[in-house]
């Protein structure tokens, strides 16, 4: 028998304090016994991972059941903190090993580095404090989750309406689109209470951690080496002079296609030809089925791959009342089995998430082999480079949904869409970097800001007499509230897929075999090293997205209207 013993309750702190007492008080004299000592506690991690991650997806796919909330909320307040503790534990352990410099550099470099970063912010006053933000976190999510609409005789999630704001009657899109944002209205002084209870709570935890404020606390929390708040507003910057003239330049066409006096918000989905909406698929099964097949297109193995989660237990797709909003992929890390969760209604963008996770799924089986839980866990941003560059790399193969001719409409929306998605991006990112390092501020200083930002990326669309709904429009933005500063990540990684995608472009074998070969390697690398493991830059200033935009707007000169 391991170290952990099977049939172990990872939910139960009663059972997992002894395991942990005995990794606290081993001896590491030797390097023997710390990397004994290592492998256990990364075993024991796994298991208290799934044992989280189940709670989580339970809590996520019914926020309307009191049992599984107050099951996800128990290990919050009871295990968590816990953890917390032990772990500060045990990473001084580590790191006062007199057989620490013995380790193997190679091996180690980034757990090392990690561990190091996460001494230095530890405080034990700020782990109930996390703990309140998580809970706050789940508030958030139920208050959405439970968000309804009652639209053309049926009632409705936010997540189902968003089909008819592609639909080309123009009175019908715009009631749709006001019955969403009324509805948000509606809980909008309830999360904005929200919000700043969590940014109070966040500015404490970076004071007691000694620093000025949250984002500074954050960069260092999120292991974020690699760059600094000034490489992030060069990306803004480099959003704001390459994407959004050449997005306002898109709206002036859209305006004139649809020939309207105004560019109004609900007219941004619809086709400017008038043909109906994209449908790609009726229900969860034939986009699974689908997206099966197009995966066996791109290569047999990521078929095979993608195949292997149709198993009953690896996904949740369909979107239905009381299910928390977005999609998410997460890692059984026991197990070693990725689990795909979204709200799927029929619509293109489904069909993107539903690959984008695929790609997160795709990562988590690459590094599955790797010995160590953290070397399995790879930084967001290159994370999310495995997503994106699968959105991309199945382009070729959007027949199996479409016609020729809608498949062309889904690859110039999506290839549209990244030039519109990095602006997004950057209002998210600068939107949070100024909210964290201006604590204090007041709620209309804040709307004032979100305002500001909107008319610097925004689209070229009027806004009269919807002032109130354009305020609140971050609202709706999921990691604001859960996952804090986790949003950059998406603009540097679509500036790596968008690499993959060029190189696709040359020889798909070519940049499946980059895709795979970094993969492997999961977290076990800086970051810079895992772009170059698959050939790519890790820049993102203004000439790099320049370049690459530019390629965009080559593609699509070539794709028919």
């Known amino acids: 028998m391991g170290f952990v013993p099977n049939g172990l309750d990872a939910t139960s702190w009663k059972e997992l304090e002894p395991l942990y007492e005995d990794l606290a008080t081993r001896s590491l004299d030797d390097v023997n016994q710390l990397e004994m000592m290592i492998r256990d506690e990364s075993n024991l991690r796994e298991w208290v991972s799934e044992a989280g991650a189940r709670l989580y997806v339970s809590m996520t796919c019914s926020t309307d059941d009191e049992e599984k909330k107050m099951a996800y909320l128990d290990f919050v307040e009871n295990v968590e903190p816990k953890l917390s503790e032990i772990g500060d534990r045990l990473n001084r352990q580590i790191m006062n090993s007199p057989a620490l410099n013995e380790l193997d550099a190679e091996t180690?470099?980034?757990?090392?580095?990690?561990?190091?970063?996460?001494?230095?912010?530890?405080?034990?006053?700020?782990?109930?404090?996390?703990?309140?933000?998580?809970?706050?976190?789940?508030?958030?999510?139920?208050?959405?989750?439970?968000?309804?609409?009652?639209?053309?005789?049926?009632?409705?999630?936010?997540?189902?309406?968003?089909?008819?704001?592609?639909?080309?009657?123009?009175?019908?899109?715009?009631?749709?689109?006001?019955?969403?944002?009324?509805?948000?209205?509606?809980?909008?002084?309830?999360?904005?209470?929200?919000?700043?209870?969590?940014?109070?709570?966040?500015?404490?935890?970076?004071?007691?951690?000694?620093?000025?404020?949250?984002?500074?606390?954050?960069?260092?929390?999120?292991?974020?080496?690699?760059?600094?708040?000034?490489?992030?507003?060069?990306?803004?910057?480099?959003?704001?002079?390459?994407?959004?003239?050449?997005?306002?330049?898109?709206?002036?066409?859209?305006?004139?296609?649809?020939?309207?006096?105004?560019?109004?918000?609900w007219d941004l989905g619809v086709d400017v030809y008038g043909r109906p909406p994209l449908k790609p698929f009726e229900n969860v099964d034939e986009m699974v089925e689908g997206t099966s097949r197009m995966f066996h297109q791109v290569s047999s193995e990521l078929g095979k791959m993608f195949d292997s989660l149709r198993d009953g237990k690896s996904l949740d797709l369909d979107s239905r009342k009381g299910k928390a909003p977005g999609g998410y992929q997460i890692s059984f890390d026991k197990i070693r089995r990725p689990f795909i969760f979204m709200n799927a209604t029929g619509l293109q963008r489904d069909l993107e998430t539903m690959v984008h996770e695929a790609g997160h799924a795709f990562h988590a089986m690459y590094s599955s082999e790797l010995d160590l839980i953290d070397h399995r866990d790879p930084p967001i941003e290159y994370a999310e480079v495995a997503a994106m560059s699968m959105e991309l790399i199945v382009h070729p193969h959007l027949?199996?949904?479409?016609?020729?001719?809608?498949?062309?409409?889904?690859?110039?929306?999506?290839?549209?869409?990244?030039?519109?998605?990095?602006?997004?991006?950057?209002?998210?990112?600068?939107?949070?970097?100024?909210?964290?390092?201006?604590?204090?501020?007041?709620?209309?200083?804040?709307?004032?800001?979100?305002?500001?930002?909107?008319?610097?990326?925004?689209?070229n669309v009027e806004w009269d007499g919807l002032g109130d709904m354009r305020d609140v429009g971050w609202h709706r933005q999921l990691h604001l509230f859960t996952y804090p500063f986790y949003y950059i990540e998406y603009g540097i990684a679509q500036l790596g897929a968008l690499q993959i995608w060029l190189q696709s472009l040359n020889s798909v074998e070519m940049a499946l075999e980059n895709y795979a070969h970094s993969m492997e390697l999961g977290g076990s690398k800086p970051l810079p090293e895992l772009f170059n493991a698959a050939g790519l830059t890790f820049s993102f200033d203004p000439n790099t997205v320049q370049e690459l935009i530019d390629a965009v707007q080559l593609k699509l000169s070539e794709l028919p209207a």
Not at 402 to 424: M, S
Not at 431 to 441: C, E, I, K, L, R
């Open 108 to 265: 180690y470099q980034v757990m090392i580095r990690d561990i190091r970063a996460d001494i230095e912010i530890f405080r034990e006053e700020n782990i109930p404090l996390q703990t309140e933000l998580t809970k706050l976190g789940q508030q958030y999510e139920e208050i959405c989750g439970s968000m309804m609409v009652v639209f053309d005789g049926e009632e409705r999630t936010m997540q189902q309406m968003g089909k008819f704001l592609q639909v080309t009657e123009r009175e019908t899109r715009e009631n749709a689109w006001k019955a969403v944002w009324e509805r948000r209205l509606k809980d909008a002084n309830k999360i904005e209470d929200l919000y700043e209870q969590m940014l109070a709570i966040r500015h404490q935890i970076s004071l007691n951690a000694g620093f000025e404020n949250y984002r500074d606390y954050a960069f260092v929390a999120k292991h974020r080496f690699d760059y600094t708040p000034k490489d992030c507003e060069d990306f803004h910057l480099a959003a704001e002079e390459v994407c959004v003239p050449l997005g306002r330049i898109l709206d002036q066409q859209r305006k004139k296609l649809l020939s309207v006096e105004k560019l109004r918000p």
């Open 399 to 459: 027949e199996e949904f479409y016609t020729k001719t809608d498949a062309d409409r889904a690859r110039r929306n999506h290839l549209e869409g990244v030039v519109g998605l990095l602006p997004w991006i950057a209002t998210i990112d600068a939107f949070q970097h100024w909210v964290h390092t201006n604590p204090g501020h007041s709620r209309e200083q804040r709307t004032n800001i979100w305002r500001d930002l909107r008319n610097r990326f925004g689209a």
